[in-house]
């Protein structure tokens, strides 16, 4: 009788300790597998991590995307230029301590790594947490992050994230378009931080440079004068011995925005419009002739509208205003 009720106690603990993991988590013993659709989710449903198909593509990638926004939008992908070709795809903690994604029956070689040499066999978990940012943590009483997507980004730049280096890490935050909505392989536009005695932000097309914010006025880059009519943000730019970082949270977190730097060349800042129920542009660079890098010339000054026809002007403006306003404009309302 005593060995019946020793093994329902140990049937408990275990169940009790299985189902008790918490669902922003992946553990040497929690893992996820493409083929059972699952999924973590960060502990206030803002974001999951899981596995996905861009577009019309097939191909299988390990993603974070918002868990509340019915449209599903990636904004960071582990394995974008390995996809899997099914859904053998398993995403667990190695046997090193690391966070790997693996195909199939394969265990020796992950399609995609972490990759921490300082990681400690099962002693490590994985979590999802509300900012969107997926961090690799010691399990002890320190829970030091080994490592975290936000210091590997793809093309999207949520808040508190930062565009920059650091010296002191060897990391070199920049954005890099994905090179198709239906492929999220490394594209040929980069948004990044450029050093020098006035670092500022730069839009490249390759190695040519297309767009730049210019310099730090101390509240705003110079380039983008809009910025002085924002309420929305916190912005904060680093500038020290080791470190040249920018960094924009929301000053209402309930806010959904995103940075995204997208194969046309044009970055973008875009809100989620909850009664429209889709995304909504508020700041794209460039957008016209005269932001683009090294169109002034020597003298700096650009005319947009000159020798461009009457009608072509007008044209070119109610563009700009369906952009920002994220709303069809005819040109009889434009006029009226």
């Known amino acids: 009788m005593n060995s019946v009720k020793w093994l329902i106690r140990m049937l408990l603990i275990f169940f009790l300790s299985h189902f008790s993991i918490s669902a922003d988590t992946i553990t040497l013993d ?7 659709d699952e999924v973590i989710v960060s502990d206030g449903n803002r974001f999951a991590l899981g596995f996905f198909s861009p577009g019309i593509s097939t191909n299988r990638y390990v993603g974070i995307w918002y ?3 019915p449209v599903k939008t990636p904004v960071w992908v582990a ?9 053998s795809g398993v995403l667990r903690i190695d046997g090193r301590g690391n966070l790997s994604l693996f195909q199939g029956n394969q265990t020796l070689f992950p399609v995609w790594s972490t990759n921490i040499s300082t990681a400690d066999a099962g002693n490590s978990f994985a979590q999802i947490l509300d900012s969107g940012n997926l961090v690799l943590i010691q399990n002890d009483t320190g829970k030091a992050v080994l490592w975290q997507s936000f210091g590997y980004p793809t093309d999207t730049w949520l808040s508190l994230m930062k565009i920059g280096f650091s010296l002191r890490t060897g990391l070199n935050q920049s954005y890099t378009s994905w090179k198709s909505p239906d492929d999220p392989g490394v594209g040929n536009i980069s948004f990044r931080m450029n050093p020098g005695v006035s670092p500022q932000m730069v839009l490249y097309k390759g190695s040519v440079p297309v767009w730049r914010s210019g310099s730090w006025t101390g509240k705003i880059w110079s380039g983008i004068p809009e910025m002085t009519q924002n309420v929305l943000f916190n912005d904060s730019f680093v500038n020290i011995d080791d470190e040249v970082s920018f960094s924009s949270d929301t000053v209402n977190a309930s806010l959904i925005t995103r940075y995204v730097t997208n194969e046309t ?8 419009n909850d009664v429209l129920q889709r995304w909504i542009t ?10 683009f890098y090294g169109h002034c ?12 026809p009457e009608n072509s002007k007008t044209q ?17 309302e434009f006029i009226h």
């Open 265 to 272: 060349g044009v970055t973008h800042r875009i809100l989620w």
């Open 67 to 69: 868990y509340q926004v």
């Open 30 to 36: 929690h893992f996820i597998q493409d083929d059972n």
């Open 282 to 291: 508020s700041y794209s660079a460039p957008i016209e002739q005269c932001d």
């Open 297 to 308: 010339g020597p003298n700096g000054f650009c005319n947009p509208y000159l020798d461009i």
């Open 316 to 332: 070119s403006l109610l563009q700009f205003l369906k952009m920002k306003s994220g709303t069809k404009i005819s040109k009889a």
């Open 79 to 87: 394995n974008r230029d390995n996809p899997i070709n099914d859904t």
